[in-house]
Antibody, heavy 117, light 108 residues
Framework: EVQLVESGGGLVHPGGSLRLSCAAS????????MHWVRQAPGKGLVWVSR????????NYADSVKGRVTISRDNAKNTLYLQMDSLRAEDTAVYYC??????????WGQGTLVTVSS | SYELTQPSSLSVSPGQTASITCSGF??????ACWYQQKPGQSPVLVIY???KRPSGIPERFSGSNSGNTATLTISGTQAMDEADYYC???????????FGGGTKLTVL
């Protein structure tokens, strides 16, 4: 089955760190650019970060730049998002999404990150 | 930074046509895509490259993009189309993906 499965979310204190994972299956993971998108409770979709197929190029939203690192392990078919110096405003469901170059045609189910003391 | 603007809500009667707009500076020079998101679910791509439909998306969904506005049109709207809809584009100058704020479509 073609799917993306996120994990690693949870409750973290402000200033803390968390690493999200996105396991891909059913397709050739290394052929695709991958993205993280987040959605705060009751709010809209917000792009977080992108990594190209071989991992050599990454991009970040201004709101997370310097605090977040996207990476991938094509041998393990897994995408990662390392999040440091977390703030309350980072509270959201985080989705990974597959990008063939013209829109996200596959999304995971999302993992909830809650930043609270 | 590049911005995309959508109406926050739209209401339509069953069987009528719903048109959801997405505005951005010279958006017509970029490719736009659209996502549908129902409560508690992940988004689903319904239009890509302005007007193409992924397999499995009903023909009543169509798209256009010209000038500063992209439009998602749902013809013969059904109750099952009630959802939030988001437009998206790639801003090459900043190397950022941009989403619109989303439009809540109510079918009543």
């Amino acid at each position: 089955e073609v799917q993306l499965v996120e994990s690693g979310g949870g409750l973290v204190h402000p200033g803390g760190s968390l690493r999200l994972s996105c396991a891909a299956s059913g397709f050739t993971f290394s052929d695709y650019w991958m993205h993280w998108v987040r959605q705060a409770p009751g709010k809209g979709l917000v792009w977080v970060s992108r990594i190209i197929s071989d991992g050599s190029t990454t991009n970040y939203a201004d709101s997370v730049k310097g605090r977040v690192t996207i990476s991938r392990d094509n041998a393990k078919n897994t995408l990662y998002l390392q999040m440091d110096s977390l703030r309350a405003e980072d509270t959201a469901v985080y989705y990974c999404a597959r990008d063939p170059g013209d829109g996200y045609n596959l999304w995971g189910q999302g993992t909830l990150v809650t930043v609270s003391s | 930074s590049y911005e995309l603007t959508q109406p926050s809500s739209l209401s339509v009667s069953p069987g009528q046509t719903a048109s959801i707009t997405c505005s951005g500076f010279k958006l017509g020079d970029k490719y736009a895509c659209w996502y549908q998101q129902k409560p508690g679910q992940s988004p689903v791509l319904v239009i890509y490259q302005d007007k193409k439909r992924p397999s499995g998306i009903p023909e009543r969904f169509s798209g256009s993009n010209s000038g500063n506005t992209a439009t998602l049109t749902i013809s013969g709207t059904q109750a099952m189309d009630e959802a939030d809809y988001y437009c998206q584009a790639w801003d090459g100058s900043s190397a950022h993906v941009v989403f619109g704020g989303g439009t809540k479509l109510t079918v009543l």
